[in-house]
């Protein structure tokens, strides 16, 4: 070949790989599959051999106990050319089965419509014929707290059209031909409606309500599609740290490291969400789960699963109504310990006994309020070598430094993970025992051996470790990672990762928590990876943030978020975690995390308030002493949201759902019911008079720390100083506060007095 061939033909290969590129990112071509990446579950929906079933008529129903037959009728996704474009439509299809006689084209499936509450719904969708419908596996649901009660005051009428069942607060309409469901309120106002092919009629193909047979295992997805309103707005998901309402977002629910606070992947997914529209909903499954809020099509919240059975449940209320109907199901979280509400200090990472009584003597001598100091990965004799002993060359005696620390109203938490590598001296005892995760062939771990908390077995041989800690005198685990078990494994249950995957965070709490509480008595770990249903066994923090002023936004987000998912308590790395933060930013954060829940200062060296110089540690001072004064108001408050299933922090709609612009903030919040906060984002001018705008509800607002009033309704410019926060409550309210202690336990609760304005 001459070189002008040769030239022309890497020319024409040049060109072609260019164009091959160009159509690749043009059509949004899937991600590379790694370990660990991504699972959209609404992606089998749009492969072209997937066989698609869509409800069309209910074939038979009973209303007295709620069980019938639905008809689905078959479809395949069709492509149509027209003006040099290729569209994928739906066409109804035949019978691709052989021999057809034993297949039916459009079968006949049980569904369920039964009531839990007069707010609470349940819909249940089987794909086979002898899929689970009734209560069958829910004594086996890790994700509920006990088996859903029947209410049996619904009263339920029907004509030739439709069955409508009716309580004190929802009506639910079942339409016979063609299908449809619909949720009213007590008001007969339509909160949201099930969506079918041409529903409305359209040139686009929007997922309708339906499922598949997947073409490449011949298992089965299912698509929930539901009526979005023109207005509507979507909160929840879990600790998602994207924009605060999820309306035009694409949400996947797989628990996945997330790597940092300001990407879509979430160490805590949570299968639930509220609409501004007056209902909830909670998607009972494990698997893989993708929501559409209007994404792909405006009018339509499409939630895929990669389950065979599609199991909702609806709430109907207000967002307090609705989240204490959730955590009724998934159960709700017992108040933590006193001393947890404290302080607690940390670095990556805390490495020796001499080190750690240096920081516990300089916590006191600095007069810094403080409950307990953390060890993170470096109190082993290798770092990350998770083998639950101390490092005998660096603590000579671990028992004697935790009581001597407890004696000065310090406890101490100990970092772990349920990872094993191949150096560590526990990774040929888990394997030899088989409780480890396996691989797709059985076999394996191919690299970390990965605990397997389904099987019972390696439960009791971790808790053994866990328990030999508690009994050392240490407070509270660390509940590491446990977000990225093998989605393709095999474990004890009889389940692959595609079920267990997202299961692993809840068993890891369970197992942690349950052992804490046996053997301290006290319901307490510090997790970073959960599930719904992980609110049981608090509590949880959010994971690496980065030390920006975006990534304290993007953690509020997420705070918000998964407490409108029934998580009472949260925390977050106070100043992010990657590196080294900025002392201007630190201070800003700091406040923030004082008024949360729990409050840790965590990440990079160095976190100690001495380390930056004596003005910051007055400030860090001033902030934590708040805080702690704080106290008798943050414990009732526990107690109340503990009891009712509601955050401590809450977004403003929660306090304030008849106003409008309550919906619309995300950068400010109430902690607990009377506490409006809004943090600092950025730095400001006058350093020594900050102030924020802020939105303001309706009625009657008293700064906290000022004590100037202002009306709500509207915008205010609000005094954040001395404690670089903007902290207002209502008009009439009085906080209750006591005089500052080194630690929670040696508060003076009986010298509370409730006040207006913050003492100086």
Not at 45 to 65: K, L, M
Not at 273 to 296: A, E, K, L, N
Not at 498 to 517: I, Q, S
């Amino acid at each position: 070949m001459s070189p002008a061939s040769t030239t022309h033909s890497a020319c024409r290969l040049v060109t072609s790989l260019g164009l091959t590129l160009f159509l690749s990112l043009a059509v949004g071509a899937a991600e590379p599959h790694v370990a660990g990446g991504p699972v959209d579950a609404s992606a089998d929906f749009r492969e072209p051999a997937a066989i698609h079933f869509v409800p069309a008529a209910v074939e038979s129903f009973d209303a007295t106990t709620g069980q019938g037959a639905l008809r689905w009728d078959r479809y395949t996704r069709r492509t149509n050319l027209s003006f040099n474009k290729v569209d994928l439509a739906y066409a109804r299809a035949e019978s691709n089965e052989f021999p057809a006689s034993e297949y039916e084209r459009d079968p006949v499936l049980p569904f369920s419509v039964t009531f839990v509450s007069p707010r609470t719904v349940r819909l249940r969708f089987a794909t086979r014929s002898d899929g689970p419908v009734g209560s069958q596996g829910d004594r086996d649901s890790l994700m509920l707290a006990d088996e859903p009660p029947t209410d049996p005051n619904w009263k339920s009428t029907e004509n030739e059209d439709a069955y409508t069942f009716r309580s004190k607060n929802t009506e639910v309409r079942l339409l016979r031909d063609p299908w449809r469901i619909e949720i009213r309120d007590n008001s007969g106002r339509l909160v949201t409606r099930t969506r079918v092919l041409n529903d409305p009629a359209t040139f686009s193909a929007p997922t309708p309500f339906s499922f598949i047979r997947r073409a490449r295992d011949l298992g089965r997805s299912t698509a929930a599609s539901f009526q979005l309103a023109p207005d509507e707005k979507i909160f929840g998901c879990g600790e998602s740290f994207t924009r605060f309402n999820k309306r035009g977002q694409r949400v996947q629910l797989l628990t996945r490291d997330a790597m940092g606070g300001q990407s879509e992947r979430m160490y805590k997914p949570v299968p639930f969400f509220i609409s501004s529209q007056g209902y909830g909903m909670f998607v009972h499954t494990s698997t893989p789960v993708t929501c559409d809020f209007g994404r792909d099509f405006d009018e339509a919240a499409v939630i895929t699963t990669g389950d065979e059975n599609l199991d909702l449940f609806l709430f109907v209320g207000t967002p307090k109504e609705i989240l204490t109907e959730y955590t009724a199901l998934t159960g709700r979280s017992p108040v933590p310990p006193t001393w947890s509400f404290g302080l607690w200090m940390s670095r990556i990472t805390y490495k020796s006994e001499p080190e750690v009584r240096e920081v516990a003597q300089k916590l006191r001598s600095n007069r810094i309020p403080c409950d307990v100091i953390h060890l993170d990965t470096g109190w082993f004799e290798n770092d990350w070598q998770c083998d639950y002993r101390f490092a005998e060359s660096r603590f000579d005696d671990p028992g004697k430094m935790i009581a001597d620390l407890r004696k000065q109203g310090l406890r101490v938490c100990l970092w772990q993970l349920p990872y094993f590598s191949r150096k560590n001296s526990l990774f040929r005892e888990i394997v030899d025992n088989g409780f480890h995760v396996h691989d797709a062939a059985g076999v394996g771990p191919a690299l970390d051996a990965v605990l397997d908390f389904s099987n019972e077995a390696a439960v009791r041989w971790y808790q053994q470790k866990i328990a030999g800690l508690l009994e050392l005198g240490v407070a509270a685990i660390k509940v590491d990672f446990g977000e990225d078990a093998p989605v393709a494994g095999l474990y004890a249950s009889g389940r692959s990762g595609w079920h267990e995957h997202n299961l692993y965070p809840l068993r890891y709490n369970k197992a942690v928590a349950e052992v804490t509480r046996d053997t301290t008595g006290e319901s307490i770990i510090w997790a970073r990876s959960a599930w719904a249903g992980s609110q049981r066994y608090p509590l949880h923090w959010g994971g690496d943030a980065e030390n920006t002023d975006s990534a304290m936004a993007a953690s509020l987000r997420a705070g918000l978020s998964l407490g409108l998912c029934g998580f009472s308590y949260w925390s977050h790395d106070v100043g992010g975690f990657v590196g080294r933060p900025d002392p201007e930013l630190y201070k800003r954060w700091l406040a923030f995390g004082a008024l949360t829940s729990h409050t840790r200062c965590h990440g990079a060296p160095p976190r100690e308030p001495w380390e930056y110089g004596e003005e910051f540690q007055d400030a860090f001072r001033r902030t934590i002493e708040l805080k702690y004064r704080l106290m008798p108001y943050i414990l009732a408050q526990a107690n109340d949201c503990s009891h009712r299933g509601h955050p401590m922090l809450r977004p403003l709609f929660f306090e304030f759902p008849n106003d409008p612009g309550s919906w619309l903030v995300d950068d400010q919040y109430f902690f607990g019911s009377d506490l409006l906060v809004a943090p600092l984002f950025s730095p400001e001018p006058d350093s020594d008079n900050p102030k924020r705008s802020m939105y303001l509800p309706p009625g009657e607002w008293v700064n906290f720390q000022t004590g100037e009033t202002h009306s709500g309704g509207t915008w205010r410019s609000v005094t954040a100083a001395p404690v670089p926060v903007a902290v207002l409550h209502r008009s009439g309210v009085k906080i209750p506060m006591v005089p500052v202690a080194p630690s929670t336990d040696a508060i003076d609760w009986d010298a509370a007095t409730p006040v207006t304005v913050l003492p100086e």
